[in-house]
């Protein structure tokens, strides 16, 4: 895995464990026992284990599953081989992991913005009544603090990406979660939800520099007509001043049947 990759999983990691709701994962954690896999979906590093295992009895197994292999050569090096089996899979066209886990558990962080309306569907077939908790969803735009001129046009951009195929099909982006609890709803369960929105200050600096050069970089790769290197010279400069902050709406979904 590249280092920037790296870096940017170990920044959002730290951020995320402060955001998560706690109260949802605690009660996902309860219904974890020797005889419930827990099955992580898009497990990148390992980053969902690590919140959730501790929260769980030490005899709970995992499956932890992802398709880039780099990323999960990193996983294994750190996640225990003596609970946690690491799957190299495709999910976007690959769903026998959950007819072969009847009894399983599933989760996931940072992964149901990328899928599409249909892949949420076909996924709610499969695991609406088995217990689900998905961390950590975007669920709209970054919200700046001072407010810039451009923003409103960066953030028509970014939605344009949010939106789009990440390998899925066409993202449902910041609908993600509504549209799986409605579907899950539609099957006669009652997911919860709860914010869990980034807020952002100089106190997270080296995420805050990651994600302003790297909706910049994004922008740049989006035809139109926006200021984006002044843009992003003066988010540099305002952070460099502690002046800058950043909320980025995010939910967790709990679904138990």
């Not at 007819?99 to 892949?119: G, I, M, Q």
């Not at 035809?223 to 003066?234: H, K, L, T």
């Amino acid at each position: 895995m590249t280092e920037p990759a790296n870096s940017w999983l170990a920044a959002r990691e730290t951020v995320d464990r402060r955001c998560r709701s706690a109260e949802l994962a605690m009660q996902f954690a309860a219904m974890a026992t020797a005889d419930v896999q827990m099955v992580d979906l898009g497990c990148g590093t390992g980053a969902n284990y690590r919140y959730l295992a501790p929260r769980m009895k030490p005899d709970v197994t995992w499956l932890a599953i992802d398709h880039d292999a780099e990323i999960l050569e990193s996983a294994s090096r750190s996640l225990p081989t003596e609970s946690v089996q690491i799957q190299r899979r495709d999910l976007a066209s690959d769903f026998s992991v959950f007819s072969e886990c009847p009894t399983s558990a599933f989760t996931a962080s940072a992964f149901l913005d990328l899928v599409s309306e249909a892949w949420i569907r076909r996924f709610v077939d499969f695991v609406h009544d088995r217990p689900l908790l998905i961390a950590m969803t975007s669920t709209g735009l970054p919200i700046w603090d001072p407010v810039d001129e451009w923003d409103s046009v960066i953030n028509e951009c970014l939605e344009r990406h949010q939106r789009s195929d990440h390998g899925f099909g066409n993202a449902l982006g910041p609908d993600a979660v509504a549209c799986l609890a409605e579907q899950l709803v539609g099957k006669g369960s009652d997911p919860k939800l709860r914010s869990t929105d980034w807020k952002l200050s100089a106190d997270d600096t080296p995420l805050m520099k990651m994600l302003i050069a790297g909706i910049a970089r994004r922008v740049r790769c989006d035809p139109g007509s926006v200021a984006i290197d002044e843009w992003e010279e003066r988010r540099f400069e305002q952070l460099d001043r502690a002046e800058l902050q950043l909320t980025w709406p995010h939910q967790d979904l709990l679904s138990v049947p």
